[in-house]
């Protein structure tokens, strides 16, 4: 074999192992790419996720704020109906802010709360003694602090 077929040979066995080394390359490449992306894909999931948990969060605060914010309003509503029942000088309007502010713990919830806060307005208005007022009271404003109080969530609340 003459030097030609020699060179010729080495050079079709180099262009082959080229090929077939880019080709495994390639295979490579493409595998290690679609890695990254899942990778990627799982990474940008897990950040959504955390976006989703911390508006979730935030939004039952704010839900929370609203709802201790309607339950001292009625309080509110209930003590001065109570000091217009002893000085005798009601304008009749304490009666509508009661009235709206019991609506509103009724819309709002939940059941235990709307019940508590309608012995509070009954026990006022068949104008029950003073100590029967302030024993519904109480038990509006435990059932109130339980509502806005929920137990913590989560592997720390064992």
Request: proline share 4%; glycine share 8%.
């Amino acid at each position: 074999m003459s030097e030609w077929g020699v060179a010729l040979i080495a050079a079709g066995a180099a262009v082959a192992g080229s090929v077939v080394t880019g080709w495994f390359g390639r295979s490579a490449g493409l595998r290690q790419a679609e890695a990254a992306r899942r990778a990627g894909d799982r990474q940008a999931e897990a950040l959504l996720e955390s976006v989703r948990m911390t508006l979730r969060g935030e939004e039952q605060q704010r839900a929370l704020a609203l709802r201790r914010q309607i339950y001292a309003e009625f309080l509110a509503a209930v003590e001065a109906k109570v000091l217009v029942e002893r000085a005798n000088r009601g304008t009749g309007e304490e009666e509508l802010v009661l009235r709206r502010a019991h609506s509103a713990v009724v819309l709002e919830g939940p059941t235990e709360v709307t019940a508590t806060a309608s012995r509070v307005v009954e026990a006022l208005r068949r104008h029950q003694p003073a100590d029967a007022v302030h024993r519904a009271k109480l038990e509006f404003i435990a059932a109130a602090q339980q509502a806005v109080n929920p137990p913590p969530q989560g592997p720390s609340a064992t």
